[in-house]
């Protein structure tokens, strides 16, 4: 049997798939740890998980220094920020710990997550095999496409980045030769890709959701999820009120994520909770209104359900793209947002055929990636040279 460390950044977002799949990996008997942030893996991992711990608070200060940046940032300055205050320190800050847990482990594959460069700095500077797991999976080929002002900029950091560690800088450091494993289907991605890019769909087995929900207050016709995912807090009351007081009295039953705190009334056709178990609630829901972030979109999507997308920051313009371009979707600018335009395009993704067929279409390419048992399995192959060798 084969032993896997996995390195991941503190989001539940990224924790999410990379748990699916290593379930699938320990199902089959083989090895699994963590280079992780206690405080979102406690949220995620089951009890008892091996982790090599990264700094908690370290990670909450760098997340609210870039928030705090990119308010009112345009995209190109919103993914600066992020690299800036938040992958590259804390990649700086995890390489020790990963080589730590490479000397106290001994993986045979390391599993590191597109956005935790650190696992790949010290892959690469040990000749370990290792693979990437990409949850953002816009622009795989050309990272930046229509953002000139960053096609110089990163290549640049990142080399700055191999430099440190004592590495010759390499034209795609981030991603492994070995192989990528995409979360998302060609048919979605919409662009060509290398032989060692794997597209096996949204990996959502294994998944433990805890948040406790009323599912008997859900009422019979139509519901629709609103949700601006886990980190949008900071930017999301004006559009929650907007939505109750586009939806009030609506025929639809909405249910809002969202902190109490933002909404004082909630109408009589909505609840809301700060947390939900997502996976479940979908597939008691007919539609979703979201921020075109990757991971809501694809379960979403692996459910033939359509999307009304309003992005806020990051790849998720692109997601936001694709959803439109695969017609499982309508797009809305979340910074001018309209209530008529808002109310149209909900029901006209619940109303119009053509939305959920394309929604459909996409679901079946997720179930032909294979999701995590298959995501598995790559990484078991990548593991066997090493093995037969001993």
């Not at 800036?84 to 990963?98: G, S």
């Not at 080589?99 to 892959?123: K, N, R, S, Y």
Request: with cysteine; charged share 20%.
């Amino acid at each position: 049997m084969a032993r896997f460390l996995f390195v991941v950044p503190p989001f539940v977002g990224h924790l999410n798939p990379a748990a699916s799949v290593a379930a699938a990996l320990e199902t089959e008997g083989h090895a699994v740890a963590w280079v992780a942030h206690p405080r979102t893996a406690a949220a995620v991992l089951p009890e008892g998980a091996r982790i090599f711990p990264l700094d908690d608070d370290r990670a909450d200060t760098c997340l609210l220094v870039a928030m705090d940046k990119a308010l009112g940032a345009t995209v190109a300055e919103d993914i600066r920020i992020c690299w800036e205050e938040i992958f590259f320190p804390l990649a700086r800050e995890t390489i020790p710990v990963v080589e730590q847990a490479v000397q106290a482990f001994a993986p045979d594959v390391l599993v590191v997550d597109q956005q935790a460069h650190g696992g790949a700095l010290v892959a690469r500077k040990r000749g370990l095999p290792w693979a990437s797991l990409a949850t953002m999976p816009a622009g795989l080929t050309q990272p930046f496409l229509g953002l000139p002002e960053l096609s110089d900029w990163y290549p640049t950091q990142l080399a700055a980045l191999d430099r440190e560690a004592g590495l010759s800088p390499v034209a795609v450091p981030d991603l492994s030769p070995h192989g990528v494993i995409v979360f998302s289907s060609q048919a979605l991605v919409n662009q060509p890709a290398p032989t060692h890019v794997h597209f096996v769909g949204p990996a959502l087995t294994h998944r433990a959701e805890s948040a406790p929900f009323p599912f008997e207050a859900l009422r019979p016709g139509k519901r629709v999820l609103v949700t601006l995912g886990t980190l949008n807090f900071d930017v999301s009351e004006p559009f929650y009120r907007l939505v109750t007081e586009t939806f009030d009295g609506d025929d639809l039953q909405l249910v809002l994520v969202a902190p109490s705190d933002q909404l004082p009334r909630v109408p009589s056709n909505m609840l809301t909770r700060p947390f939900v178990p997502q996976l479940r609630l979908l597939t008691e829901m007919h539609a979703v209104v979201c921020h075109a972030g990757h991971n809501t979109t694809c379960e979403a999507l692996a459910l033939g359900l359509p999307l009304v997308v309003v992005p806020l920051r990051s790849d998720q313009p692109v997601v936001a793209q694709q959803v439109v371009d695969a017609g499982a979707g309508i797009r809305l600018d979340f910074h001018d947002l309209d209530p008529g335009a808002l109310r149209t395009a909900v029901h006209r993704v619940l109303s119009e055929p053509s939305f959920r067929e394309a929604a459909q279409r996409i679901q079946a390419s997720f179930r032909e990636g294979g999701g995590a048992p298959r995501a598995a399995q790559l990484l078991v192959d990548l593991a066997r040279p090493p093995n037969s060798a001993r």
